[in-house]
């Protein structure tokens, strides 16, 4: 398996604006995962986005990958202070059966 | 489903102590994680199974460490004896493997482990 880097390590906006980070990786894959981690808690699956899509949506979520780069993009569209987190990405060849590892993150803050 | 459920939440213990962290995987997933978190060297995988059996430990820092999946409910991931470095927050995810290689990782709450 291989881990991804996420962009920037740290980021604060205001409530109603838009988060974007972003993932880095190094070979190739079948699909990338984010997660979120909110403050003491375990880590939870947002979305998964294949190898072969470009862009994905879930709510007010949106995701791209672009294999050319080896990176993808995590959007979060209207914040919310509940969206105040950590995110990981995790790419992979085989999903989690390749057991999947995770970079330091990006700690998203929204202010009131 | 309650979700992966571990035990305990909170632990404090002294150094040279055994220290024994238990987890239930969701029913039905075939693979189960552990992994460590600390603010130095984020969320690290230690070892993971695949239908009871270990597939890959080679995150598992040192024999101090040991982790047993005796049946497809149930795990230990022991250390022994303790250190205080190994004070992290371990936590334990579980899977059902889907075809195309997706799948998508369940977390426990973890145990937060505090060696004196």
């Known amino acids: 398996s291989q881990q991804g880097e996420e962009d920037p390590q740290a980021l604060s906006i205001q409530e109603g604006e838009n988060a974007t980070m972003n993932c880095s990786y190094k070979?190739?894959?079948?699909?990338l995962q984010w997660y979120r981690q909110n403050s003491g808690r375990g880590l939870v699956h947002l979305i998964l986005?294949?190898?072969?899509?470009r862009e994905k949506h879930s709510g007010r979520l949106r995701v791209t990958l672009d294999t050319s780069k080896k990176s993808s993009s995590l959007l979060i569209t209207a914040s919310r202070a509940a969206d105040t987190a950590s995110y990981f990405c995790?790419?992979?060849?085989?999903?989690?059966?390749?057991?999947?590892?995770f970079g330091k993150g990006t700690h998203l803050i929204i202010q009131p | 489903d309650a979700g992966v459920i571990q035990s305990p939440r909170h632990e404090v213990t002294e150094m040279g102590q055994e220290v024994t962290l238990r987890c239930k995987p969701i029913?039905?997933?075939?693979?189960l994680f552990w992994y460590r978190q600390t603010m130095m060297r984020g969320l690290e995988l230690l070892i993971y199974?695949?239908?009871?059996?270990?597939?890959?430990d080679s995150g598992m820092p040192e024999d101090r460490f040991s982790a047993k999946m005796p049946n497809a409910s149930f795990s230990t991931l022991k250390i022994q004896p303790s250190e205080p470095r190994d004070s992290a927050v371990y936590f334990c995810?579980?899977?059902?493997?889907?075809?195309?290689?997706?799948?998508?990782?369940?977390f426990g709450e973890g145990s937060r482990l505090t060696v004196l």
């Open positions: 995790a790419p992979s060849r085989g999903g989690g059966a390749d057991g999947l590892t």
């Open positions: 070979t190739s894959i079948n699909n």
């Open positions: 986005i294949r190898s072969n899509e």
């Open positions: 029913s039905g997933h075939d693979y």
């Open positions: 199974f695949n239908n009871n059996v270990p597939i890959d």
């Open positions: 995810a579980s899977m059902a493997y889907g075809g195309a290689g997706t799948g998508e990782l369940f």
